[in-house]
């Protein structure tokens, strides 16, 4: 069974930063076999891709809605994949989401995690 735990949510002011976690775990689960991403669902909107991560990291994508804020990283060592979002704005509150899947993607992933909530207050 494979198990991704996000944490690192929270609530912030508009401009501020936080860092989102996600750890990976499972018998059958090769982290650095993944793909990695994060998306997120504000309340009332459809899931949308964040950023993801190829398997060893080389590659990255983002959307346009938080290029050059938000910075995508992983520890293949420690299974994790984290999320540095700077300069935040009340519109990336959201539950943040991280998945992980076999494809090169922004939408089809095999697994998620339970999500974590991101408050961005103006």
């Known amino acids: 069974q494979v198990q991704l735990v996000e944490s690192g949510g929270g609530l912030v002011q508009a401009g501020g930063s936080l860092r989102l976690s996600c750890t990976a775990s499972g018998r059958t689960f090769t982290f650095s076999n993944y793909a990695m991403g994060w998306f997120r669902q504000a309340p009332g909107k459809e899931r949308e891709f964040v950023a993801i991560?190829?398997?060893?990291?080389?590659?990255?994508v983002y959307s346009d809605s938080v290029k050059g804020r938000f910075t995508i990283s992983r520890d293949n060592a420690k299974n994790t994949v984290s999320l540095q979002m700077n300069s935040l704005k009340p519109e990336d509150t959201a539950v943040y989401y991280c998945?992980?899947?076999?494809?090169?993607?922004?939408?089809?992933?095999?697994?998620w995690g339970q999500g974590t909530q991101v408050t961005v207050s103006s």
């Open positions: 991560i190829n398997r060893n990291g080389a590659m990255t």
């Open positions: 998945a992980g899947g076999t494809k090169w993607s922004t939408k089809d992933y095999d697994y």
